[in-house]
């Protein structure tokens, strides 16, 4: 008979454990402190303490999405993913969360458009895309797209802009883009070709006000 697994079975305790390892671990004072509960979320969800050291971000990030948030702006999603990672009972008011990708005629669009389905979803933001919170976690193609869509009509820009797309290929370019634009878009980016969809909920989380010590 095989013998039990020794393991920590608490929830509550699994959390406490977590968060301390991650302030024992990582260098949290290169972070401002109102960035850092978003810091924890993010290697949290990553299970990557150096994860930091790819983290930037635009120096009106906090107050520009932490207001947005609390005067009921949309938060608009590239992937159900992404969407599905965001806690509805931290929203502070009840804030729509948006991800187009079950619009009947995406595809129909993106080939029209000539461009991925993530990336012609952007198109169907327009109307709620000022003011907006953007969380991009997966689609380099949706990050470029949206930073062309703002270049071309700078009214349309959103308060802020997650972007952590993961992948090989664009993934880092864009984030690159974002972090480097001239349209004074505020951001939070993971340079490289790490982040995705747990990654990018989580960071909406915690702006959200959700630390994670209570989560389950």
Known sequence: MTEPYDYLKDGAEIYRQSFATIQAEADLDSVPADLRPLAIRMIHASGQVDLLDDLAWSDGLYAAATTALRSGAP???????????IIRSRLPRDNEVVCHLDY??????????GTTKTAAAVELWRPLLAGAIVAIGNAPTALFRLLEVVAADPSLAPAAVIGIPVGFIGAAESKQAL????????????????????????AVNALCGDDGRTGG
């Open 75 to 85: 938060i608009l999603c590239d992937s159900r993913m992404v969407a599905s990672g």
């Open 104 to 113: 009947p005629r995406i595809a129909d669009l993106a080939a029209e458009l």
């Open 179 to 202: 972090a480097g634009n001239d349209l004074g878009l505020n951001y939070v980016v993971v340079h490289g070709r790490r982040g995705g969809s747990a990654v990018t909920s989580a």
